[in-house]
């Protein structure tokens, strides 16, 4: 029970600390700018994203388009590894059938045997 009341007031008192420094800070961020300078880490991407834009053979170069052949072609490969796998079953199934049948043959012959006899 002590345990209990302990953790329910660090709680609220936490809470109610929280809630002081929120209301302390709302002016500050009232007063900040809306439009915050680029950070020269963004400054330095965009320099570089121009300078291979300009590059001759990729002017006319496409995300999409380069994401349209990265996904036919896994697409594709799924294909290819759906059949191949369809076709070792089918294989796994007529040796399966072979065993089977194979099995069958010998029964019905050990019979007749029995039953000649």
């Given at each position: 029970?002590?345990?209990?009341?302990?953790?329910?007031?660090?709680?609220?008192?936490?809470?109610?600390?929280?809630?002081?420094?929120?209301?302390?800070?709302?002016?500050?961020?009232?007063?900040?700018?809306e439009?915050?300078?680029?950070?020269?880490?963004?400054?330095?991407?965009l320099?570089?994203?121009?300078?291979?834009?300009?590059?001759p053979?990729?002017?006319?170069?496409?995300?999409?388009?380069?994401?349209?052949?990265?996904?036919?072609?896994?697409?594709?490969?799924?294909?290819?590894?759906?059949?191949r796998?369809?076709?070792?079953l089918?294989?796994?199934?007529?040796?399966?059938?072979?065993?089977?049948?194979?099995?069958?043959?010998?029964?019905?012959?050990?019979i007749?045997?029995?039953t000649?006899?």
């Amino acid at each position: 029970m002590s345990f209990n009341l302990i953790t329910l007031t660090i709680f609220i008192l936490s809470l109610g600390g929280l809630i002081i420094l929120v209301i302390r800070k709302i002016p500050i961020l009232v007063e900040l700018p809306e439009i915050a300078k680029e950070p020269s880490e963004r400054k330095f991407y965009l320099k570089i994203k121009d300078r291979i834009k300009n590059i001759p053979g990729l002017k006319s170069f496409s995300r999409d388009i380069l994401l349209q052949k990265i996904l036919s072609k896994i697409r594709i490969l799924s294909m290819r590894t759906e059949n191949r796998s369809f076709k070792w079953l089918q294989i796994l199934r007529a040796k399966s059938k072979e065993d089977k049948f194979g099995k069958d043959d010998n029964y019905w012959q050990e019979i007749k045997k029995t039953t000649k006899e």
